[in-house]
């Protein structure tokens, strides 16, 4: 199992320089000057060629990369062309606020999903199994900003019982957490319920069940295991989209984590920021992959024999 983990972290290097590079590039051709938003619109042609010199704008676009490599190596992201602060402080104060917001969205996405999707292949065809799946179809149809909205509308403004944004304490983050849940649990669900339906009609089923194993300890021990592959693969996608792509829920909600901070830095054309942003996206979507295949090699031992 090491061997197997150790393999998969050096595969990784690669891919993070490539995706730097990419990165990098591609953000230097979002239009704007950022000199002249640092400078002001009022600032003359000179001051603007001397903000360029001093934050390097006028370098090679490979000698901009090879410094600001040099500077994430040494643990320096850069420093806020809006805001003067070190890109580091910045994350301090929102990073974990959008952990915490993944965390608790892909958490609860994952029991209720399971559960409908269990309930569903258990009752297959059955009432259980229609408003499992009518709810199923709700999650994925309803775009989560408009479910934002309305979730503050009932909970918020009629009832009372839950802050409209911010992050104070747990309360700030149930409104949010459900908004951005509320498609993944959709289609964990889904993808539960065929997957376990396919497990439950396979021969060690029909094996247990003639040998008199109860239902529950066939569904619970057996059949649920099995099934769990693509429910992984959906979930370790989605929680990597979610890091990075709150971006509209922590708009609806005022939410100050890394996805509001970024569309920010975007309208003010803050390199540093962006970069720092994208870079850490990126790192946190390979590692989740990670996780995956690890778990993948758990559920499965013959995933790590056959790629070793």
Do not use: C
């Not at 199992?1 to 972290?9: D, E, K, N, S």
């Not at 997957?195 to 008199?212: M, N, P, V, Y």
């Amino acid at each position: 199992m090491l061997q197997y983990i150790f393999r998969r972290i050096l595969e990784m290097i690669p891919i993070l320089f490539i995706v730097s590079i990419l990165i990098f590039y591609f953000i230097h051709l979002i239009p704007g000057d950022p000199a002249r938003l640092v400078a002001g619109q009022d600032a003359t042609l000179e001051e603007v060629n001397r903000i360029r010199e001093n934050l390097g704008l006028n370098d090679p676009i490979w000698q901009q990369y090879l410094s600001y490599m040099q500077g994430i190596i040494q643990g320096d992201l850069g420093v806020s062309l809006k805001t003067g602060l070190p890109v580091t402080e910045m994350f301090a104060n929102r990073f974990m606020n959008s952990i915490y917001l993944t965390f608790a969205s892909i958490i609860w996405a994952l029991i209720f999903g399971i559960l409908i999707g269990t309930i569903s292949a258990v009752f297959k065809n059955k009432m259980p199994d229609y408003l499992g799946m009518v709810t199923a179809v709700s999650g994925i149809s309803v775009p989560n900003f408009w479910l934002g909205l309305i979730l503050i509308q009932i909970f918020s403004v009629q009832l009372g019982w839950l802050p409209t944004g911010g992050a104070e304490d747990w309360k700030s983050y149930v409104l949010p957490a459900v908004s951005l849940g509320a498609g993944i649990m959709a289609m964990i669900a889904r993808f539960t319920r065929s997957s376990l339906l396919e497990t439950l009609g396979a021969d060690f089923i029909r094996t247990g069940r003639a040998k008199g194993l109860k239902e529950f300890i066939l569904i619970s021990k057996h059949a649920l295991r099995n099934s769990m592959i693509p429910v992984v693969t959906i979930t370790g996608l989605q929680f990597g989209f979610l890091l990075g792509g709150s971006v509209v829920v922590e708009t609806v909600f005022s939410f100050p984590g890394m996805g509001r901070l970024l569309i920010d830095s975007i309208a003010f054309r803050d390199y540093p920021v962006i970069q720092a942003e994208l870079l850490l996206f990126s790192v946190e979507f390979i590692l989740v992959n990670l996780l995956v295949d690890i778990l993948y090699s758990y559920l499965n031992p013959k995933i790590r024999t056959s790629t070793a």
